[in-house]
């Protein structure tokens, strides 16, 4: 089984601010099944990125995605303050049996 | 518009059952794979189970495997998760996901199940 890693377990920035999150893989993934998620408080998930590189509909262009083999970054360009949340990183192993994985999430909060 | 509106959730005691259900609407549902997803209170996210557009293929987590049966109506835009033997480590807000490509497109809302005695 794969298992993420996220970095850092919180980031504490203020808005304006550069938001930089890892995510890293146990093993080689494919770039195509790594996807990024946010989390506000009492709401479910939201896709942010997919494909490690592609964002979702409606999702603005200061967020974006990168990285490849076991290294994955989600940044956010300059914090908004709807962007405090909590960030998982997910990939998806094709094999006989599919296996779906989660980073354990970073924590962004307002320093 | 796609919404995913979980139901069937609630307090059960260790060993007990329960049944969700999911409506879907503002899609095709019968072209989608779908998936349940839970999250324990203050914790991350656990992948649970999957099924396929026709319901022929259906993968579990190990956690569940055994446990849990997850089954679907396209007919009725409906999907259920059947929980059997249920431990206090179920205890999670369990989303219905719409997947597409490996990537959990949309949520719904949630259904809390709490196991305990």
């Known amino acids: 089984e794969i298992v993420l890693t996220q970095s850092p377990g919180t980031l504490s920035l203020s808005p304006g601010e550069r938001a930089t999150l890892s995510c890293r893989a146990s093993q080689t993934i494919d770039s195509k099944y790594l996807a990024w998620y946010q989390q506000k408080p009492g709401q479910a998930p939201r896709l942010l990125i997919y494909?490690?590189?592609r964002r979702a509909i409606g999702i603005p262009d200061r967020f974006s995605g990168s990285g490849s083999g076991t290294d994955f970054t989600l940044t956010i360009s300059r914090l908004e303050p709807e962007d405090f949340a909590i960030y998982y990183c997910?990939?998806?192993?094709?094999?006989?049996?599919?296996?779906?994985?989660f980073g354990q999430g970073t924590n962004v909060e307002i320093k | 518009e796609v919404q995913l509106v979980e139901s069937g959730g609630g307090l059960v005691k260790p060993g007990e059952s329960l049944r969700l259900s999911c409506a879907a609407s503002?899609?095709?549902?019968?072209?989608?794979?779908m998936a349940w997803v839970r999250q324990a209170p203050g914790r991350g996210l656990e992948w649970v189970s999957s099924?396929?557009?026709?319901?022929?293929?259906?993968y579990y987590a190990d956690s569940v495997r055994g446990r849990f049966s997850f089954s679907r109506d396209n007919a009725k835009n409906s999907l259920y998760l059947q929980m059997k033997s249920l431990r206090a480590e179920d205890t999670a807000l369990y989303h219905c996901?719409?997947?597409?490509?490996?990537?959990?497109?949309?949520w719904g809302q949630g259904a809390l199940v709490t196991v305990s005695s």
């Open positions: 494909g490690t590189n």
């Open positions: 099924i396929d557009s026709r319901g022929d293929r259906i």
């Open positions: 503002g899609f095709t549902f019968s072209t989608y794979s």
């Open positions: 997910q990939q998806y192993g094709n094999g006989n049996s599919p296996r779906y994985s």
């Open positions: 996901v719409r997947l597409l490509n490996g990537y959990y497109e949309y």
